[in-house]
């Protein structure tokens, strides 16, 4: 067990710089064909804007891998947070991670979405008293602005994300 705990902090602080880079693919069939491609890294894309369907992803919602992270992306974030506490075995909570990412994506960048598994983070969920998943908690500035346990419809998980950030 205890070597288990530590390939996984080992393999956590490893991977910790590894974050997921937006992801898109340049079709050239809609450039015409004078159009010059720039290659960037090992990706091509078209030069100037790309059309919106082509646009680069935004990544709404992020694993957290420690405490550490957790205190980084999280409390001390600029942007309002949801906290999606979750596991691997939980029905409900694999209906509703997607319900709050389509409701945080709708907020356009106003507002993050940490997801923290109570598996890997046991410490994380004691300390902010989660005793049932799914547990979502709102956070602002740090400090705990609302939660809420279990399934909610897409009216109030709506309503719930525009409370955090102040509509």
């Known amino acids: ?17 590894l974050r997921p880079l937006p992801l898109y693919s340049v079709t050239t069939s809609f450039l015409p064909s004078s159009s010059p491609l720039l290659l960037t890294g090992s990706s091509p894309r078209a030069a100037g804007p790309l059309p ?5 992803r935004r990544w709404v919602s992020f694993n ?3 405490h550490d992270d957790f205190t980084e992306r999280v409390i001390n974030s600029q942007l309002p947070v949801l906290v999606d506490f979750h596991a691997q075995w939980c029905g409900p909570c694999k209906i509703l ?3 709050l990412e389509k409701a945080v994506g709708k907020q356009k960048g106003r507002i993050a979405m940490a997801k923290v ?8 969920a004691i300390e902010y ?3 049932a998943v799914p547990t979502v908690i709102a956070i602002r500035g740090g400090d705990v602005i609302d939660q809420f346990v279990g399934i909610k419809d897409d009216d ?6 525009s409370k955090l950030i102040g509509q």
């Open 156 to 161: 109030q998980l709506d309503s719930f994300v």
């Open 52 to 56: 919106p369907h082509h646009a680069p």
């Open 117 to 124: 598994d109570i598996d890997d983070h046991t410490d994380l």
């Open 129 to 131: 008293g989660v005793s």
């Open 1 to 17: 067990m205890a070597q288990r705990l530590l390939l996984r902090r080992a393999w956590t602080l490893s991977t910790r710089e």
């Open 97 to 99: 991670g997607p319900r």
């Open 64 to 66: 957290v891998q420690d």
